[in-house]
């Protein structure tokens, strides 16, 4: 039997991956959860499947928590430091990485050094510090194992390849809600707009970076990152149907692609049983039905967000750090009402300008302009209101 940690369970990848433990009956322990704040949420999970510890970030929500759990054994834990502790358990042999933000890079890089393989759904781990953590992976002899639809299709598409081969990355992007669109219509767009995806069922955050193409910006980097190629031979194409979740070209021409329904149970479920494949109950895809699959080059001039990404990702250093933190800054304020969404790359893009890159940064150097970024994009939002 195995034993996990997930990171982030309440949000729609733990919560997901908990209902394919249950469904598939697998033989995992499940040692550990945690959540931001919802309460309520975590409560149930523990009650259900009796964790030795849960984690939430704040002194008031675990006070919550250890009264509503105070008839079973599990441990409350708080903050940063509790999700390191439940990412270094002994026992535990997966850390499943889905809280959301730059929260997620310090856990891992704990995790790895304790020994354990990682299932990563938090993109941002990446982003932030990839050379950093796919170097102490590979120290430690840790699978990295890319949760995300995209880097999990290529993961599968590449198995038994010589990496040598590969020519390009193709990774598939949606378009979000507002393909097509005009900068006049963006500029009366709503938070619940942006928040109705045409295909997937995400949280907040993740919606609204689909909505800008951020989503994929952020991508772009890991990718960089996860299979070791260089952000030229990386691209980006639209495909509406969200049937071809990515592609490999090789350099014989040849392509492989992985495809099926948009379900993010099929790849968290791939993480799970890692090298085996398990049958399951989930819809399979019928091509004859599907009829037709579309691609279109992105709009990297409306949705500049993704160009953005790529230039932080080629600067490199501490960029692709500020990048992030102005964007998850940027769609916070939009989510409250703060921000336009058609001013969340202006946001970006005026924090990246400021910023005095930091070649190489060790981790204090790179949380270091996580937070001067945040700090910065608050006066930006506030110039734009």
Same mark, same amino acid.
């Given at each position: ?30 040692? #550990? ?20 510890? %849960? %984690? ?46 730059? %929260? ?89 707009? #942006? ?27 890991? #990718? ?28 014989? #021409? ?132």
């Amino acid at each position: 039997m195995k034993a996990v940690t997930i990171l982030g369970s309440t949000g729609s990848i733990g919560t997901q991956t908990l209902e394919v433990i249950k469904e598939l009956e697998l033989e995992y322990d499940i040692v #550990a959860l945690t959540a931001n704040n919802n309460v309520e949420c975590l409560a149930a999970q523990a009650r259900e499947f009796k964790p030795e510890f %849960v %984690v939430v970030m704040n002194e008031e929500a675990a006070n919550e928590l250890k009264y509503k759990l105070s008839d079973l054994p599990t441990k409350v834990l708080i903050g940063r430091e509790g999700l390191i502790r439940v990412a270094t358990i002994n026992k535990v042999d997966l850390v499943i990485n889905s809280v959301v933000g730059a %929260v997620g890079l310090v856990p891992t890089l704990k995790a790895i050094e304790a020994g354990k393989d990682i299932g990563l759904a938090n993109k941002e781990t990446l982003v932030i510090g990839g050379k950093l953590v796919m170097d102490k992976a590979r120290q430690n002899g840790v699978q990295i194992l890319p949760i995300d639809s995209e880097h999990n299709a290529i993961f599968q598409s590449l198995g038994g390849e010589d990496r040598k081969n590969i020519e390009k990355i193709i990774l598939t992007a949606s378009g979000g809600p507002f393909r097509g669109s005009t900068r006049q219509e963006l500029a009366g767009v709503t938070v619940e707009e #942006a928040l109705d995806h045409p295909n997937w069922d995400m949280g907040g955050k993740i919606t609204i970076d689909s909505a800008t193409l951020m989503n994929k910006g952020l991508e772009v980097i890991e #990718a960089r990152w996860l299979f070791d190629i260089e952000f030229s031979d990386i691209d980006v194409v639209v495909h509406p149907q969200s049937i071809i979740h990515s592609l490999v070209q090789f350099k014989d #021409a040849s392509m492989i692609a992985e495809m099926g329904l948009p379900d993010m149970k099929v790849p968290i479920q791939y993480v799970l049983t890692y090298p085996q494949r398990k049958e399951n109950n989930l819809e399979r895809l019928d091509l004859a039905e599907l009829g037709r699959l579309d691609f279109e080059e992105p709009d990297k001039e409306l949705f500049s967000c993704l160009t953005y990404a790529y230039q932080a990702g080629k600067i490199g250093g501490t960029m692709p750090a500020v990048l992030n933190a102005a964007n998850e800054l940027a769609v916070t304020r939009f989510l409250a009402g703060e921000l336009k969404f058609i001013e969340i790359p202006t946001v970006i893009k005026r924090v990246m300008d400021q910023h005095q890159v930091i070649k190489n940064p060790d981790l204090t150097e790179i949380l270091d302009a996580d937070c001067w970024a945040r700090t910065q994009g608050e006066k930006e939002v506030e110039s734009c209101c």
